[in-house]
């Protein structure tokens, strides 16, 4: 007969598990659970109409509150990438509303899954406009050091929808941002990403995960738009209250 583990290394192998399988509630702290029901419903798309900085018109996912922030953060500071696929249909749905598929309304569902956007060169009938690109706000490299993973990509990928590749990437580093006021962060952002050429011509949507000042999606924008693409607006996972008061 097997004799059982001795108490220390149970707790050994518990701690392990702990560490790369998380057992409290990244919304609530609940135990022996990843992700509530209750919490799981706030994830929900509740979306939202805002403009960036710059006028391109925003949609987003969720507001960056409550719940939904601790999810947030549990998803791109504590290494629990899985909490991408419960976010997936906020991001989703954001995508389809700011390519002009959906209408944001406060009681939207998710679309269906696989319903966005052809890649940059997918062809199209003659005649018809061409599809939306769907262009994704890389990581900075100290970002993707820090995660090992990048989580707009990573929440793209839970809602099958294929970015342009190498759509944007980081031209030069922007320094640190916190502490830093809003035209102080949007100063300090420009020029730090490029775009590829392969855009040129192409209506586009980009993508970013939280937007608090809008500065990253601004130079996305005008990355894109220096290039030739017609950007015709952005989305995100979660905006903070403030990014839609502004707009209001």
């Known amino acids: 007969m097997t004799s059982l583990a001795p108490p220390s290394i149970v707790q050994a192998l518990l701690s392990a598990l702990a560490l790369v399988s998380p057992v409290d509630c990244a919304g609530c702290g609940r135990a022996d659970v990843e992700l509530c029901p209750a919490c799981r419903t706030r994830l929900r798309p509740a979306l939202r109409r805002a403009a960036l900085p710059d006028g391109t018109p925003l949609v987003s996912g969720l507001e960056y509150s ?28 954001a995508l389809l509303a700011a390519a002009g598929a ?25 005649g018809a406009p061409p599809g939306v690109v769907v262009v994704a706000v890389p990581s900075s490299a100290a970002g993707l050091r820090r995660r090992g993973y990048d989580p707009v990509r990573v929440l793209l990928r839970a809602a099958r929808v294929r970015p342009a590749p190498r759509g944007l990437r980081v031209s030069r580093a922007s320094g640190v941002q916190k502490g830093r006021s809003r035209a102080e962060r949007q100063a300090a952002r420009v020029g730090t990403l490029a775009a590829s050429r392969r855009l040129t011509g192409h209506r586009v949507v980009v993508v970013d995960d939280v937007v608090t000042t809008g500065s990253s999606l601004v130079e996305a924008v005008r990355a894109c738009s220096a290039v030739g693409a017609d950007v015709v607006g952005a989305a995100c996972l979660a905006d903070t209250p403030l990014v839609s008061e502004s707009a209001a």
């Open 102 to 126: 959906g209408s944001p309304g406060a009681g939207a569902g998710p679309p269906e899954v696989g319903a966005v956007l052809p890649d940059v060169g997918a062809s199209s009938e003659a």
């Open 66 to 93: 409550g719940a939904v922030r601790d999810v947030v953060l549990a998803f791109k500071q504590q290494g629990r990438w899985r909490l991408g696929r419960p976010l997936a249909p906020a991001v989703q749905a």
